[in-house]
């Protein structure tokens, strides 16, 4: 079975500076989807970014982007100029073939002004 | 406005009763599944259904049981067989099931 862990619990940033999330999955599978999901206190989630596993390329948003290392089975994001905003729980997922969402357990962001 | 509705935001019930969580989306997606989240846990599916009629099982589904008589309607019920109901519920839909979640605001349940 698919496994998504995140080892940061929790993780602080000053505004306007650069933070990175980290995610790490175990999967047999070669073809697959990561994901970054935003839980913000008003528990909304919402899909902040998208990776295909076939693509080599890193995936980014905006301010958000990710760095894909398939053979370290490693999928982080980095958020660039951090925003008040940005504060919330963020989640790290994994679907693959049985097109299941496996979650991670979360890292709380917390941004300092 | 498109969305996914999930009321009530708060829901209070007593041991041993039980109760239906609501979700509703008006996206027209044929797929929608129920999470779980637990605190210092990732969602976990309940339920998912693919289409009208049929439905099946996620991962934590002892205790819950769910109907989707309509594309837009997939109701959760909370048994009094679920030992520990109390947690945060989230809906989402799906075009397909191999397209993207967008999820609801979620149900807060608490069991006393």
């Known amino acids: 079975a698919q496994t998504v862990t995140q080892s940061q619990p929790e993780m602080s940033v000053q505004e306007a500076e650069t933070v990175t999330l980290s995610c790490t999955y175990d999967t047999s599978e070669s073809d697959y989807y990561l994901f970054w999901y935003k839980q913000p206190p008003s528990r909304q989630m919402i899909l902040v970014i998208r990776q295909e596993a076939y693509k080599q390329q890193n995936a980014t948003e905006n301010r958000f982007s990710v760095n894909f290392q398939k053979a370290a089975k490693s999928f982080s994001l980095k958020i660039s100029d951090s925003q008040l905003g940005d504060a919330a729980m963020y989640f790290c997922a994994y679907r693959g073939y049985g097109n299941k969402l496996v979650f991670g357990a979360g890292t709380i962001l917390r941004v300092k002004s | 406005d498109g969305g996914i509705t999930q009321s009530p935001k708060y829901l209070f019930r007593k041991e041993g009763q039980n109760v239906t969580l609501s979700c509703e989306q008006n996206l027209n997606h044929d797929a929608m599944y129920w999470y779980r989240q637990d605190p210092g846990q990732g969602l976990r599916l309940i339920y998912y259904?693919?289409?009208?009629?049929?439905?099946q099982k996620g991962d934590i589904a002892e205790g819950y049981s769910v109907s989707r008589e309509k594309k837009e309607s997939f109701p959760l019920t909370v048994t009094s067989a679920q030992k520990n109901p109390t947690a945060f519920y989230l809906c989402?839909?799906?075009?397909?099931?191999?397209?993207?979640?967008?999820f609801g605001p979620g149900t807060r349940l608490t069991v006393t």
């Open positions: 989402a839909s799906s075009i397909v099931r191999e397209s993207e979640q967008y």
């Open positions: 259904s693919q289409i009208v009629n049929d439905f």
